[in-house]
């Protein structure tokens, strides 16, 4: 039995998963993560999801895979007509739990504006123009 386990081992796969130890969680030194969620704890922020859902609430607790904890959280609804086009009106949500493959974008809502897009300005001065 142990030729055959130092067989599969010679192989490189490092038995299930194949990662032979390197990678994720193997290895002496551990990469750290460019989310700096931590300082956002127990503050509002908007959370925009890949299926187009924009939420606020208030970020309870994070992990490493950003699974997000929102309490007191409120969906923004979308435009019938428009579905692009997010309106001022919540639905709400109370205590929720986000999935991270979910999530594309956590902002601060303290501290940010809407600024107007500069792509758009331009495109529309060009048809103006022409």
Do not use: H, W
């Not at 032979?20 to 509002?44: M, P, Q, T």
């Not at 922020?45 to 950003?66: H, I, T």
Request: charged letters at 30%.
């Amino acid at each position: 039995m142990s030729s055959n386990t130092a067989s599969r081992g010679s192989k490189g796969g490092g038995g299930r998963g194949g990662g032979g130890g390197r990678g994720r969680g193997g290895g002496g030194s551990k990469k750290e993560s460019i989310l700096e969620l931590a300082k956002l704890v127990d503050s509002n922020v908007r959370v925009k999801c890949l299926g187009g859902r924009e939420l606020r609430g208030a970020l309870r607790g994070y992990d490493e895979l950003v699974n997000l904890v929102l309490d007191d959280c409120e969906e923004f609804l979308r435009d019938p007509d428009d579905p692009e086009q997010v309106t001022s009106q919540t639905r709400r949500l109370g205590l929720v739990v986000i999935r991270g493959t979910q999530v594309s974008l956590v902002s601060p809502e303290e501290g940010t504006e809407e600024i107007a897009n500069p792509f758009l300005g331009g495109a529309e001065e060009e048809d103006a123009e022409g």
